[in-house]
């Protein structure tokens, strides 16, 4: 894997320190549902997942997700906050400049907080865009 940050040490207050409010939260994700042009088969990919501070509120709609990290501690985190409930989540450790999945497979591709964190983030946005379906999104 390409060098990158890592976030396993921020594992245990990574949520206390970068929560939002609900309110802020639900018009983030109403935003994504409606610029995205998201439907409930929509296939979505979130790039840095973490914790699923972005991702959760549109699983929690119902909507599909798949997600990648370096950090498999902070997707731990997240599938202990979906264990149990019925929500399509799949997620993948990976670095972003490699992402394990066949060109355009994605409806929509976005990433939160992550490109200044990549080492090589140019080849990491080439990436993303070689895994958008044609006419598909990408938001940053």
Same mark, same amino acid.
């Given at each position: 894997?390409?060098? #990158?940050?890592?976030? &396993?040490?921020?594992?245990?207050?990574? &949520?206390?320190?970068?929560?939002? %409010?609900?309110?802020?939260? #639900?018009?983030?994700? &109403?935003?994504?549902?409606r610029e995205a042009h998201l439907t409930h088969s929509s296939? #979505?990919?979130e790039a840095g997942i973490g914790t699923g501070r972005i991702g959760l509120p549109l699983i929690e709609r119902g909507y599909g997700l798949v997600g990648t990290d370096l950090s498999v501690a902070m997707m731990s985190k997240l599938q202990e906050k979906v264990?149990?409930? %019925?929500?399509?989540?799949?997620?993948?450790? #990976? &670095?972003? /400049?490699?992402? %394990?999945f066949p060109d355009a497979s994605f409806d929509c591709v976005y990433a939160v907080h992550?490109?200044?964190?990549?080492?090589?983030?140019? /080849?990491?946005?080439?990436?993303?865009?070689r895994v958008i379906k044609p006419g598909g999104v990408f938001a940053r």
């Open positions: 894997m390409t060098q #990158s940050i890592v976030f &396993d040490q921020a594992v245990s207050f990574y &949520d206390r320190t970068r929560a939002d %409010p609900a309110t802020v939260s #639900s018009a983030v994700t &109403d935003s994504m549902i296939k #979505s990919l264990a149990g409930r %019925p929500y399509h989540l799949s997620l993948a450790q #990976s &670095d972003v /400049n490699t992402l %394990p992550l490109y200044h964190l990549v080492a090589h983030w140019q /080849n990491a946005l080439v990436e993303a865009m």
